[in-house]
Antibody, heavy 119, light 107 residues
Framework: EVQLVESGGGLVQPGGSLRLSCAAS????????MSWVRQAPGKGLEWVAS????????YYVDSVKGPFTISRDNAKNSLYLQMNSLRVEDTAVYYC????????????WGQGTLVTVSS | DIQMTQSPSSLSASVGDRVTITCRAS??????LNWYQQKPGQAPKLLIF???SLQSGVPSRFSGSGSGTDFTLIISSLQPEDFATYYC?????????FGQGTKVEIK
């Protein structure tokens, strides 16, 4: 059974940093693109970033280019999102999602981790 | 970026009703269109990919159609567990973008 479990969310002040993690199991992690998708409270879904199977290619939505970095450790079956220079508008539930073949389709999602940026 | 617009934003329906949700893309996305279901407090779940292909394990009362710019999600006979918010999403060109969602509520 495919499982994705996010962690690392919490309350952070504007300008602060946070690192999210996603632990994957139930599939061959190193064979899949992986992504982060976020959802602000009461709002819709927004794709944030994707990373290739071997980590050699990464893509970001324009609004997070620079401050956010996606990475992975295939030996640990883990996906990460380093978020720097956080802004109030980055407040959201962040979901880890599997993205087969870089097709922009998200077939499995984690339960999400809440990031709150507030002073 | 490709903009996705869903209609309606919300609807009320009864168990057994046929429900239709539409999604329009700001430019042609061929058949690169996915539908997700999200229940309160839960992660989204993939229902349909490539406009009309049913994801494994999804009930056959869900169906999708369309190509180019106009797409439709149909629930043929609404069940109690189908009350949720539905999102369309284009997978034609990055950045991958979602519609604003359609909330299906109980009448």
């Amino acid at each position: 059974e495919v499982q994705l479990v996010e962690s690392g969310g919490g309350l952070v002040q504007p300008g602060g940093s946070l690192r999210l993690s996603c632990a994957a199991s139930g599939f061959t992690f190193s064979s899949f693109w992986m992504s982060w998708v976020r959802q602000a409270p009461g709002k819709g879904l927004e794709w944030v970033a994707s990373i290739k199977e071997d980590g050699s290619d990464k893509y970001y939505v324009d609004s997070v280019k620079g401050p956010f970095t996606i990475s992975r450790d295939n030996a640990k079956n883990s996906l990460y999102l380093q978020m720097n220079s956080l802004r109030v508008e980055d407040t959201a539930v962040y979901y880890c999602a599997r993205e087969p073949a870089a097709e922009g389709t998200f077939d499995y999602w984690g339960q999400g981790t809440l990031v709150t940026v507030s002073s | 970026d490709i903009q996705m617009t869903q209609s309606p934003s919300s609807l009320s329906a009864s168990v057994g009703d046929r429900v239709t949700i539409t999604c329009r893309a700001s430019q042609s996305i061929r058949s690169y269109l996915n539908w997700y279901q999200q229940k309160p407090g839960q992660a989204p779940k993939l229902l349909i990919f490539a406009a009309s292909s049913l994801q494994s394990g999804v009930p056959s009362r869900f169906s999708g159609s369309g190509s180019g710019t106009d797409f439709t999600l149909i629930i043929s006979s609404l069940q109690p567990e189908d009350f949720a918010t539905y999102y369309c999403q284009q997978s034609y060109r990055s950045p991958w973008t979602f519609g604003q969602g359609t909330k299906v509520e109980i009448k």
